[in-house]
């Protein structure tokens, strides 16, 4: 019997009250990435009446030599990588023209400009084939952003662009680009995260593809890596998960952070003022610190669990990125606050160059971002809200499921839905709920539901939001228990009716004493689980895998199939492998009886563990056979193990982050258990 599966058919009506709209209807605004055509306008206006100090900023971006309709294209590539290099600069220097001839057409009308940045943005759209090397998802999150916003730009400005041209861009941000980037970058620093987020926040708005634009918007916010917002500005002081690092790259951090907020402000979305603007904290810290004065410091380990700073780094101190234009006139001028160390670092630098190196951030914000007026948040009052975003849900073992959002700009008012399949039919929960959280505790336990939410305010009401899932409790016929008393007690598990998701610490299965998250079932004799792991990993410490053992004491008699890496002497290229272990009496230490050899493409690139990967774990008396596939189709025997284990047993998925100091996070789907 296949308990997941069978979960899933246990679904009763509800009374119709409304239908869902289908996701399609959320329609995007556009153009809707770094400029919308408010900012244009506001921006032509200041131009032609020479406007201090957006003027200022304007000759600068018009001086620029990427700036220009007569720049000569450096590419296209086939093929373009990071570490080793192959073309990076090349790409980095015509995205950034794409973009800066893109947006001199929009500012000034001038056809030769738009027919520069079409020209780049087809023929890279064209020829690039593929982005490599071990940096690739970096390579991928900084110079396709550029692209992506001059073709916004182009395709939604009447710039000529052909719709063969925007058929083909279109096709080559979702082949090309979204590939390298779709699972992030958990195992890097958070400026990698933050990268590949704010990319395919972008190709989602320019796609129209709203699964992909919240793929985006669900990492930023409760994202497993370094680069999720409360990942990276890690505390309530403001301090960043690189300001042990260098002050480059955390300022290339918050950067990306920021650019991710405005889009989403475009769309509607106040992702400024998630977690009690969070964004402007870390901002303000990182630009105090860079004035010369002191802020506070506490070592913390990283989410990767390879970056331990013992102190704030003083390397690349007071040298400003352009960065800080964006933030201070988003929190001070649109929204009223105060960002006095913001304020500064934009007025030191103002008016703000080109964001260097390469293609690394846009720069130019003295021109881009410079208001005197907060129109954006005064207009939304009178517009019916875009529908909240982001939506996740968490579920209490005891007490129903809470679902958050990301608020609407403009909204007054939410109401909460919530249906037994994605599609509906939806049935009202609550009306007039003010803030971005609800609690529901009338659910039945152990059923899946689905929930969307709409914003109102005096202008009318929104579309349904994009639904998210829970399992109220858990899934029938399954537990969740912590094994060890150590590192796992920091451990949650969810289900979402189609795959489990384990937050867990503890070192693993190992010598006398486990320490891991366990999620399981009960097997009476005979049978084989089956799961897929789903990418990726956030500590890159992680064990993980298939376990069968009598009970739930750390010493426990059992045999298990897991994916667990080895040290290779280098800190950033671990050895990941497959392995059968067992554990014959609770006497006896834990034996490593079967090893696949080490995994590599597709299962792990470049020591990473990026790929889907199948495990089975088999019982047929007291004879137990470990299994791996990379399609679910193909199965390597890893080996088989003897152990005299009682008839009915426990059954399931173990997680463990593999350090004491912190949590790993690990996706399970296509569970079955057959008996």
Known sequence: MNYIRGLCLLLCGFLLICPFDDVKAQAFIHPGLLQNKGDIERMKVAIKEKQGPVYSGFLVFQAHPQSQSNYYIQ????????????????????????????LMWALTGQQEYANKA????????????????RDAVLMAGLGPFKMVNAAEILRYTHSGWSAAGIENTEKHFRKVIYPVIKDFAPFANGNWDAAAMKTMMAIGVFCNDRPIFERALHYYINGAGDGSLVNYIINEAGQCQESGRDQSHTQLGIAHLGDCAEMAWHQGLNLYAYADNRLLKGFEYTAKYNLGQDVPYAPAMDKTGKYMHQQLSTEGGGRLRAVYEQIYNHYVKR????????QQAAEKIRPEQQGLPGADHVGFGTL?????????????????????????????LTDGN???????????????????????PYSVLARNIVNSLYHDNKGANNRTYYYTVSASNISGESVNAYPVSITTGFPANWEQANIGDEGAQKGTASFDGQQFTIIAGGKGIEATHDQFKFVYTTLNGNGTITARYVPQIS????????????????????????IKPESSGQLEAPQWYTRLLSRATSDDKVKIVASNPELSEPVVAF????GYYWLRLQRRGNEFSGYSSVDGKSWTKIGSATCRLKKQVSVGLAVSSGLAAISTTVGFDNIDLKL
Not at 335 to 342: D, K, N, R, S
Request: with cysteine; hydrophobic share 40%; glycine share 10%.
């Open 118 to 133: 079409i020209e780049i943005v087809n023929a890279w759209s064209s020829t690039l084939k593929s982005i490599t090397g």
């Open 75 to 102: 590419g296209p590539m086939k093929m373009v990588g990071r570490n080793p290099t192959i073309g990076q600069g090349i790409y980095d220097a015509d995205a950034n023209a794409a973009y800066q001839n893109a």
């Open 607 to 610: 020591s990473r563990l990026t």
């Open 402 to 424: 809470t679902i958050t959002w990301v608020a609407s700009t403009g909204a007054k008012y939410y109401t909460i839905k919530r249906a037994e399949q994605k599609n509906g």
């Open 335 to 342: 929204m009223g606050l105060a960002a006095p160390y913001t």
């Open 368 to 396: 881009l971002y410079t208001r005197t007026t907060a129109t954006d948040r005064d207009d939304s009052i009178h517009t019916i809200p875009a529908a909240p975003a982001g939506l996740l849900a968490q579920t209490s």
């Open 539 to 562: 500590s890159q410490f992680t064990g993980f895998g298939l376990v069968i053992r009598e009970g739930l004491a750390d010493n426990a008699s059992e045999v298990a199939c897991i």
